[in-house]
């Protein structure tokens, strides 16, 4: 019968603590865990014994974009107006209220803007959607 077993980082998620510190209570000998080669295993049971509470199951797996978006010859206006659309879209709640972020960086001198995206796949899909939406509209 195979055991739940958790990696450090997955206990860290569980616990909201940072992966250095359940490496360090590992090392202590606070929390049990087995080295399997360079790295921890943690099983449901020990977990259990460290916390007093029973394990909660591993958090689902998620992917998370980043991604740098080029816009080739775009004035100064042009380049606020985009700016201003991300960075307001960005104020309304987006599905599940996933967190993503988007920075903008205006490159006067190639006249290209820089849209820098990072978070949540499927909100940063809808972003760069939008992003391209717009750019086509400019030509």
Known sequence: ???EV???EQVATQLG????????YVRDGRLKAVRIGKQYRITAADLAA???LPAT???AKRAD???VVEI???DRATADRIA???HASLLGPWDGGESLRAETIYDRERAVLKVIVLGDLAAGADLLRMVAGFVEGLG
């Open 6 to 8: 958790y990696s450090v």
């Open 50 to 52: 460290f916390t007093g």
């Open 17 to 24: 603590l940072h992966v250095r510190t359940v490496r360090n």
């Open 57 to 59: 199951a591993a958090p």
């Open 65 to 67: 974009l980043s991604g």
């Open 84 to 86: 201003t659309t991300i």
């Open 1 to 3: 019968m195979a055991q």
């Open 72 to 74: 080739e010859d775009v």
